[in-house]
């Protein structure tokens, strides 16, 4: 598996990325959080610079992966820090192991609101999409080749960002040479992302994870864009209203990754949250 050392010493933070993302989602803000800890970003199973290797690009089978990463090569409890599908891995983590997570940072993360809602035509024709076997990759696999790789991660970050041009061009151009680099995996190159779907659509409909929300014991920091297309800032105030001891901050005018579109912003949050600014010397082993 492939991470992302930022550097740093102190106390650890591991950053998780959501679906379709990879480590480079936090280079924006992982020099900066270096400077008082030791930062680390993973790439999930299939994702990134991660190869499936015959594993499962599942919630549950990418929480493992955590949970293993944590224990066998960070080998401290670190402060959990998940976007969008990596905050609920980070919920699910923390919640199963608490002796593994001293604090955890939940990034616009895919909890379920407290109404449902129909998504956008274009994000409700892709949803349909993955639910038939073959076409999902036919699709996916079709639209890298037409689209090329610039254009693609362009496409993308028109999603999930509120306005794209505020992201670092250098954030751009790494993912667009990623995504160039994953152009050879052919086939495997959409199954992570269609299992890792269908995966975190039929955990958002489990009402057990709210069972899972309550059996958290760490500090929790919410930070979440007010402009988020697709996880509504209801679902964190949601989150907010079950658990009112965990903090959120709103950052007006954001999307779904407000620490690529919005690094400054995202840290002041980070930064002015007490559980941040706790003695940051590295345990002794």
Known sequence: ?????????????????????????WMAVGPAIAETRRALAIDLAGFGQTPLFGRAATVGANVALVHNFIDGVVGEPVMLMGNSMGGYISVVEAAAHHGAVTSMVLVDPAVPGPHVRWPEPLMLGAIAALSIPGLAQTLLDRRLRVLGPEALVKNTLALVATDPSRIDSSVVDAHVRLTEERQHLGR????AFIQASRSIGFRMTDPRFWARVA?????????????????????????????????????????????????????????AWSAYRIPTAAAVS
Do not use: C
């Open 188 to 191: 495997q190159n959409a199954r």
């Open 215 to 271: 059996a958290v014991s760490t500090p929790t920091l919410v930070i979440h864009g007010s402009l988020d297309r697709l996880i509504p800032l209801s679902a964190a105030r949601e989150l907010q209203r079950r658990r009112p001891d965990w903090k959120l901050e709103v950052l007006d005018g954001v999307g779904h990754v407000p620490m690529m579109e919005a690094p400054d912003q995202f840290m002041d949050a980070l930064e």
């Open 1 to 25: 598996m492939h991470y992302v050392d930022f550097g740093g010493s102190g106390r650890p933070v591991l950053m998780v990325h959501g679906l379709g993302g990879n480590a480079l989602n």
